[in-house]
């Protein structure tokens, strides 16, 4: 090769490496292009990781939560029973909610401090062995029973029945918030209180009045309430119910429609009778319990007198039993007095007026009279109370036929 030839070709040589400089930075730039996309992409694996990770965790906690579920469910059903005796060689005597008593024994994890005679404990279906020792608790129906806050009823929204409440207030207000009278003069008070009387004439409302005027617990309870479904379930009612009365002394335990456990006991009876019959059983054990000295009064409640049992009536239980009739014309022209005081009525109307054409109206229907009155002005849009509008209520409320009885249609006896 001659020298021209070797220059040219180093010259040729020269100019190709910019070329490959250019080519190995394009490489360059690309391989930290894929660099940054490797790093994202390993970024959002370990995102993923994480997340599935934390998934995995919750799906085992959800795992073992079902799995104990399923055991739990899968676990026989225990009986309920009443601890009667305790037996030497770690034996007891139940009665299960079946009926008969059993010698059982009881499982090695229960304290034997808490096996109390009288408590309530669970059996196993099959050996009937005592399992555990239900925690003693109150009923709802009871502690529902109980009212927090007093009632808003005063004294003097009652209209009339001064004597009666008079009567009330020695029988239950004076003993629980002046016990000191009836020492000084030597003599017992009342024990309990029943409020006889036509629907609407005011019992509820004398018995809510007392309990505003004292600082007991008042604890209020339909009679129906106590009627339950299975054997031994009403008295265990009663019981827990006067119990509550005495953990929250002083009290006043209102026993609203008596005569729907307190009927006369016959000889012929269906077995839903019976267990009735051992709930006013029960009822009139707990009212002589206690003694007329203690912080809890007896306030009974019933339109239908002629039916209540004997042995309920007796003194010692009911010591005091107060009439709440018809309101005479001097107690509605109150009753009246009472409702019109927050209307806003004309001038004209005249309460001693409206009493003297309500006779034979109780103490409900006055207010529902009154009432009607008012919505009788809303529907000729006026804001006053004309005296044409209660004579029109009390034609409507007549007409209603409350506590009256219909005749039969005619169809019946066709």
Excluded: W
């Excluded at 970024?43 to 919750?58: C, I, T």
């Excluded at 806050?149 to 020695?170: A, C, F, H, S, W």
């Excluded at 003069?185 to 036509?198: A, C, H, M, R």
């Excluded at 239980?317 to 022209?333: E, M, N, Q, S, T």
């Amino acid at each position: 090769m001659t020298n021209d030839e070797t220059i040219m070709d180093t010259k040729e040589r020269g100019s190709d490496v910019p070329d490959d400089m250019s080519e190995l930075k394009a490489k360059i730039v690309t391989l930290e292009e894929r660099n940054v996309r490797l790093m994202e992409d390993l970024q959002n694996a370990e995102n993923e990781k994480r997340y599935a990770e934390g998934e995995l965790f919750r799906l085992q906690k959800d795992i073992a939560r079902i799995r104990g579920e399923m055991e739990r469910l899968k676990t026989p059903p225990l009986i309920v029973g009443s601890l009667r005796d305790i037996l030497p060689n770690n034996r007891v005597v139940v009665k299960s909610s079946t009926g008969p008593d059993f010698v059982v024994t009881v499982s090695d994890y229960i304290d034997k401090d808490t096996l109390i005679p009288g408590s309530r404990v669970t059996l196993n279906k099959q050996t009937l062995a005592v399992m555990e020792v239900i925690p003693a608790g109150v009923d709802p129906v009871v502690s529902g029973a109980e009212i927090m806050d007093k009632p808003n009823v005063t004294y003097n929204d009652i209209g009339g029945l001064k004597k009666q409440m008079l009567e009330l207030r020695e029988a239950v207000e004076d003993p629980l918030l002046r016990p000191e009278l009836y020492a000084k003069v030597g003599i017992e008070p009342p024990k309990g209180v029943l409020l006889v009387g036509p629907p609407g004439t005011g019992k509820t409302l004398m018995a809510k009045a007392v309990a505003n005027a004292t600082q007991a617990t008042f604890i209020r309870l339909v009679g129906s309430e106590l009627v339950q479904k299975y054997i031994g379930e009403g008295s265990r009612l009663v019981r827990e119910l006067f119990e509550l009365a005495k953990e929250k002394a002083p009290s006043i335990i209102f026993i609203d429609e008596l005569d729907s456990i307190g009927a006369k006991r016959l000889d012929v009876a269906t077995s839903g009778d019976r267990e009735v019959q051992r709930t006013l059983m029960q009822l009139l054990s707990e009212l002589d319990g206690f003694t007329p000295t203690s912080d809890v009064k007896i306030i009974g409640a019933t339109n239908r007198p002629d039916i209540l049992d004997d042995a309920l009536l007796r003194p010692g239980r009911f010591d005091r039993i107060i009439d709440v009739g018809l309101p005479d014309v001097d107690a509605r022209k109150q009753i009246f007095e009472i409702h019109i005081a927050h209307m806003n009525v004309d001038k004209k109307v005249s309460s001693k007026k409206l009493s003297d054409m309500t006779e034979g109206l109780s103490g409900a229907e006055i207010k529902s009279v009154c009432t009607e009155a008012g919505m009788l002005a809303i529907r000729d849009d006026r804001d006053k109370v004309l005296e044409k509008d209660f004579i029109n209520a009390k034609e409507k409320v007549l007409e209603a036929g409350r506590n009256k009885a219909k005749p039969a249609p005619a169809y019946m006896f066709q």
